[in-house]
């Protein structure tokens, strides 16, 4: 892996639009405007502008998915397959990620002003969906001047919107990576978020999300991303990693942190309070339980379609287990779409997407130099 000396310090972008009187519509029926989307871009955007890739982050990513923040000097969180010579060779590729609306980032979220108001919008910012960010992302495409992206990748949340581009502009997409991701939440997925979403809201702090004056609901949003974290790793890799492990060598046999496990859950939990909003984490993972692409939803214009797709899952993914990407494997079938389908070995659990890089490299480099042929 290239140390951090030599990457490249990539500054963050920001595209806004939607400016009155017009403004995004959403899902919801409800509108707003103006739309600021924070993007990063890596790589050159060849003449025929026919070599884009769109990369979609996860819940709680952002713009910077590779080289260096110019801030703080902290690699993007996929850099290991973004870079010249990586699965995505921004030598070849012009690759594009935005932090979507709903976020924290750069982008238009709960915390950003309130035209209206010039106060942060907290609660009054209105319910967004994966396809509110799609559509967002439509717009910065259209801006950078793409009438149709190479690829779109993305794991967890970002292979819904990479789901969600699909099938909204299946004229506009020619290849798709879902990675470790699914057409809808199950029952057990949207209870893990309400009960990362309770955890938020009860603790007093949050003031009903209008707390930016005061402070974050740090004990809250630190529960909730503590939470977060247990369903993100496996049984085997907490064994691997921390097993009975102490802190120190004696139990204090009082409420602290003895085991390295609750250490680490609690250093997870409070360091994410430094980086994120308590209330754009409550609307996105409200965003991802609304989402729905299942049965009649997924790509319904057309009976076939021409894009071509690489799913892959891991085997000890229980947040977003195999069996969801086989739902898309097969809902692909019966759009005759050209399909690959991994399910890989791996002991890291959802976390898997953002750690197997040598794995997802070889799959996405030979699937993307196919892409285009017939």
Same mark, same amino acid.
């Given at each position: ?57 996860? *819940? ?14 902290? =690699? ?72 149709? *992206? ?36 199950? =029952?057990?997925?949207?209870? /893990?978020?309400?009960?990362? $979403? ?18 974050? =609901? !740090? ?12 369903? #993100? ?15 120190? !060598?004696?139990?204090? /046999?009082? @409420?602290?942190?003895? /085991?390295?496990?609750?250490?680490? *859950? ?24 609304? #989402? ?5 939803? @997924? ?14 899952? #891991?085997?000890?993914?229980? *947040? ?44 996405? $480099?030979? /699937? ?7």
């Amino acid at each position: 892996m290239l140390k951090k000396e030599s990457l490249e310090i990539v500054e963050t972008r920001y595209f806004t639009f939607a400016e009155p009187p017009h403004p995004l519509k959403l899902q919801s029926g409800r509108s707003i405007g103006p739309v600021t989307l924070a993007y990063e871009t890596y790589g050159r955007l060849n003449a025929e502008k026919t070599n884009a890739i769109l990369v979609c982050h996860a *819940l709680s990513g952002d713009a910077h998915a590779a080289g260096l923040s110019p801030d703080d000097r902290t =690699p993007g969180w996929w850099d290991g397959l973004i870079g010249p010579g990586r699965a995505l060779d921004t030598n070849r590729y012009f690759v594009i990620c935005s932090n979507v609306i709903g976020g924290c980032k750069g982008s238009t979220g709960p915390s950003s002003p309130n035209p209206e108001t010039g106060r942060p919008y907290a609660l009054d910012f209105p319910m967004i969906t994966i396809a509110d960010m799609v559509e967002a992302q439509r717009h910065l495409i259209d801006h950078l001047g793409i009438d149709k *992206l190479f690829c779109v990748i993305g794991g967890s949340m970002g292979g819904m919107q990479t789901l969600q581009w699909a099938s909204a502009y299946p004229d506009r997409v020619l290849s798709a990576i879902p990675i470790a991701t699914a057409l809808k939440h199950s =029952p057990q997925q949207i209870a /893990f978020n309400e009960v990362i $979403r309770q955890a938020i809201m009860a603790d007093p702090a949050w003031r009903k999300g209008s707390y930016y004056d005061a402070g974050q =609901p !740090e004990n809250g949003l630190a529960l909730a991303r503590m939470i977060g974290h247990i369903t #993100f790793m496996s049984d085997q890799s907490m064994e691997e990693k921390f097993s009975r492990r102490l802190k120190k !060598e004696n139990l204090s /046999f009082q @409420f602290t942190d003895d /085991f390295e496990v609750e250490g680490y *859950l609690r250093y997870r939990g409070y360091n994410f309070v430094k980086r994120f909003d308590a209330n754009s984490y409550l609307y996105i993972t409200k965003a991802l339980d609304y #989402f729905d692409l299942s049965g009649l939803h @997924f790509i319904p214009a057309v009976k076939s379609t021409s894009i071509r797709f690489l799913v892959i899952s #891991f085997k000890s993914d229980w *947040l977003y287990p195999s069996y969801q990407s086989q739902e898309i494997v097969r809902a692909l079938k019966r759009k005759h779409a050209y399909t690959t389908y991994f399910d890989l070995v791996s002991t890291y659990g959802h976390d898997a997407f953002l750690i197997e890089i040598e794995d997802e490299t070889r799959l996405i $480099r030979n /699937f993307l130099a196919n892409v285009g042929q017939s």
